[in-house]
């Protein structure tokens, strides 16, 4: 087991053979496994009781480990990666800053919330562009990666084409997940009429 995996056999019930098959997954760290758990507790049937209490465990020990920098330094280990908020995030994307120099090309990054692999998915986004021409072409790159991760984005789908304000709905099919908690986000590049400042654009 590498170092810089947490030792999820801390956990009640979790054994050396489930902690691999989670580390394998991609489930590396405090952060990740309780992420995880919050969305499998809305999953119909499972015993949330028991997958709260783990998740709790699992967030604790997140805290925990976020609370302890100098240790991992004198090891020379990096800490701990961000922590994710207990409820599911919804898909949505942050505001771009405004302020930059008028321009016809603009390349906007958002944050796309997080999707459990293993199969085949389907995601319907939609953009909020009141802000852009009433016409203007688009170009949009959905990637992915490993949550927890530092890079290793990987190319999830691509939509290209004509926009029109206020709403342009995104659809990216058989997009295929490598099993593991992802982390989504959407590289968007606009081309406007006339040049402007950084236009506010989100997912809706």
Do not use: C
């Amino acid at each position: 087991m590498s170092d810089d995996y947490a030792n999820f056999r801390e956990l009640k019930g979790i054994g050396p053979a489930t902690e691999a098959e989670l580390h394998d997954a991609g489930v590396r760290t405090w952060a990740s496994l309780a992420a995880v758990l919050t969305a499998l507790i809305h999953v119909r049937g499972v015993a949330t009781d028991t997958l709260r209490a783990l998740r709790d465990q699992a967030s604790e020990a997140d805290r925990a480990s976020d609370a302890a920098p100098a240790a991992d330094d004198k090891n020379g280990h990096e800490p701990a990666g961000d922590t994710p908020d207990d409820a599911d995030p919804p898909i949505h994307g942050d505001m771009p800053p405004h302020g930059r120099a008028p321009a016809l090309e603009h390349h906007l990054m958002l944050e796309a919330g997080k999707a459990l692999g293993g199969r085949t998915r389907t995601f319907d986004l939609a953009l909020a562009t009141a802000e852009l021409d009433d016409e203007f072409a688009y170009d949009a790159t959905l990637v992915g990666r490993i949550y927890g991760a530092s890079d290793g984005w990987t190319t999830l789908g691509r939509r290209a084409g004509q926009g029109r304000a206020p709403h342009l709905p995104l659809h990216f099919a058989d997009v295929d997940l490598a099993p593991g908690l992802h982390q989504l986000r959407l590289d968007l590049t606009v081309t406007l009429a006339t040049p402007r400042d950084t236009p506010a654009v989100a997912l809706a």
